[in-house]
């Protein structure tokens, strides 16, 4: 099945917060505003150009945007623009001894430390890769989950604190050793780790710490340096700005079989400091073997464009969008969909309900301004709200109350699978908010005036534990009805110039096919709908395989995959 909530409980990517310069001298010649706007105000490190010069990128360092990546040329969907060995990368808990610590492979044959128990190997190759790392971190290993629960600190936070400062040793170390950018290869056997340093010049936020992390991440850090060898150890203070960097700008590495899935995380300083965050974006980043991020365009992007990725969901609503941002990255978002008139934007469909007057369009519901969402004040219903298209109005508050009403009823399906464990239950509250009637139907038909409409953030939401549930009591045919109205929606969105090639869309493709596969095999027997149900698995097989070759590319596992499964039908 696939995972209810797309959203991962992980630190993912970077922030592109600007980056404010040292006070200037006034001068008292007059400048023209463009010129200002777009002066430098900070030197780029001639290392990170040189490892960018096998790229077709450039670096830029702006008053307006801070530091940023453009395409130096004009670039096809599907090019690798970049590829980032990690500073130091750890398997999550969850997976610790399902995937190679190395390499990332899944584990067929377990090879373990017999010292700590807490570093596992797919091969003798692995193990003897990581001897000398791990001769630093064995014995801070062992005991790094105790510090955990006896500080509440995530325990895999101070596990990639202690193979940041390993990193940091192994550098000081090997000062002969090559770190210019000739070691970053254009192709996936680049395994040189960006250096220790690089990450002393990422963003930390930690003046927006919350004052309870950093008061127990403090505690854990003392007992961890105490553990430490003295030569990784650092000031506490120092750790404690580690550990905020990571929470900024971590990557969640995903599992090359599975979907939906973060096996691992890792700091990657060069991509973290120069591809910044869109919610409309032009790249993706793609986790491959031995800790490495790749980035890769899933449109065509035009010469001197940007070169952005999404760290958040791109379907949840503004505000949603705003609020995930704010919280886990510390910036508000200003990018272009962000800040484009509501009434213009795709925003509005994931948000509002039907006009009951034309029935074409949505109310308009203004999006929040900063302050009322960082102090969760909710929106002023007092109005009246109009819709886009024919300016019929309706009051704010029958609209939220539309809304407020599907919103409880998803947080009850979603109570009723996490909790018991009740699909039944939990497709019961969830149907009734894909579809449009309440005839116990997943088929998607002509939405009613005030209803939501059909690519309202929380119709889609519901769409994928329903599934699930669907799929959970075999109830097939139906699962099919709502896997092809997530895809819809998706493609919908996609029509209004929201990215088309993403993993996303590419898993729900593939899911579609096993659903294919399944209904195939309950018609075993009957030779026309088996016929048809095996047709209809390839395409989708083929169609996610497309998506993945420009968005994972052509020789990825999860392309591999996909294509194996189109030929065994």
């Known amino acids: 099945m696939l995972a209810e909530n797309k959203k991962e409980d992980i630190m993912v990517s970077s922030d592109p917060k600007i980056e404010s310069g040292p006070p200037k001298k006034k001068s008292n010649k007059k400048k023209k505003k463009s010129a200002a706007a777009s002066g430098p105000i900070e030197p780029i490190n001639p290392y990170y150009e040189q490892v960018m010069q096998t790229y077709p990128v ?101 596990r990639l604190i202690t193979l940041l400062l390993a990193r940091r040793q192994r550098d000081n170390e090997n000062k002969d050793a090559p770190d210019d950018g000739d070691n970053h290869k254009q192709n996936q056997q680049a395994t040189t780790p960006t250096p220790f340093w690089c990450t002393e010049d990422l963003i930390s936020h930690r003046n927006h710490a919350n004052p309870a992390f950093v008061r127990v991440v403090k505690e854990a850090g003392t007992r961890l340096l105490y553990e430490l060898p003295e030569s990784m150890q650092i000031p ?191 497709r019961a509250k969830l149907e009734p908010l894909v579809s449009s009637s309440n005839n116990n139907s997943t088929k998607m038909e002509k939405v009613k005036g005030g209803d939501l409409h059909p690519r309202n953030a929380i119709r889609f939401n519901a769409s994928i534990p329903l599934m699930n549930c669907l799929r959970h009591s075999q109830d097939i045919n139906a699962a099919i009805n709502v896997n092809r109205y997530i895809i819809e929606t998706m493609e919908a969105h996609a029509k209004e110039n929201l990215p088309k090639n993403t993993p996303e869309i590419s898993d729900f493709w593939q899911n579609l096919g096993e659903l294919c596969q399944l209904m195939a095999s309950k018609n075993s027997d009957r030779v026309p709908l088996n016929k048809r149900w095996r047709k209809e698995a390839k395409e989708a097989f083929d169609h996610a395989s497309q998506v993945r070759s420009i968005v994972f590319g052509p020789d990825h596992p999860k392309t591999k995959l996909v294509k194996e499964l189109a030929a065994s039908v």
């Open 58 to 158: 450039l670096l830029r360092s702006t008053k307006a945007k801070g530091r940023h990546a453009t395409a130096s040329k004009q670039l096809d969907e599907g090019t690798t623009i970049f590829y980032e060995q990690a500073t130091a990368f750890v398997v999550r808990s969850d997976y610790i001894d399902e995937h190679c610590h190395v390499c990332l492979d899944l584990i067929t044959t377990k090879m373990m430390c017999s010292d700590c128990q807490k570093s596992f190997y797919c091969s003798k190759e692995c193990f003897e890769k990581d001897r000398d790392t791990h001769a630093l971190v064995c014995y801070p290993m062992a005991v790094i989950e105790s510090i955990a629960r006896a500080t509440d600190v995530d325990v895999d936070l101070l």
């Open 236 to 426: 506490v203070d120092d750790l404690l700005t580690l550990a905020c960097r990571i929470n900024s700008n971590a990557y969640g590495l995903g599992d090359n079989e599975a979907r939906n899935t973060d096996v691992a995380l890792g700091l990657f300083p060069v991509s973290g400091m120069f591809f910044n965050h869109a919610c409309n974006p032009n790249c993706a980043f793609v986790g491959v073997q031995h800790g490495q991020l790749t980035f890769r365009t899933i449109r065509p992007v035009k010469q001197g464009e940007e070169l952005t990725v999404t760290y958040i969901d791109l379907y949840a609503s503004r505000d949603e969008r705003r609020q995930d941002l704010l919280d886990s990255k510390n910036f508000w978002c200003k990018c272009k969909r962000c800040t484009s008139p509501m009434e213009q934007s795709v925003d509005r469909f994931l948000q509002s309900i039907m006009c009951e007057e034309c029935h074409e369009d949505v109310y308009v519901i203004p999006p929040s301004p900063m302050e009322d969402l960082t102090q969760g004040k909710p929106l002023d219903s007092s109005g009246e709200w109009k819709c886009a298209k024919c300016g019929s109005a309706a009051s704010a508050q029958s609209v939220t109350s539309t809304i407020e009403q599907a919103q409880q009823m998803y947080m009850e399906g979603m109570m009723a699978i996490r909790r018991q464990r009740d699909y039944r239950g939990a």
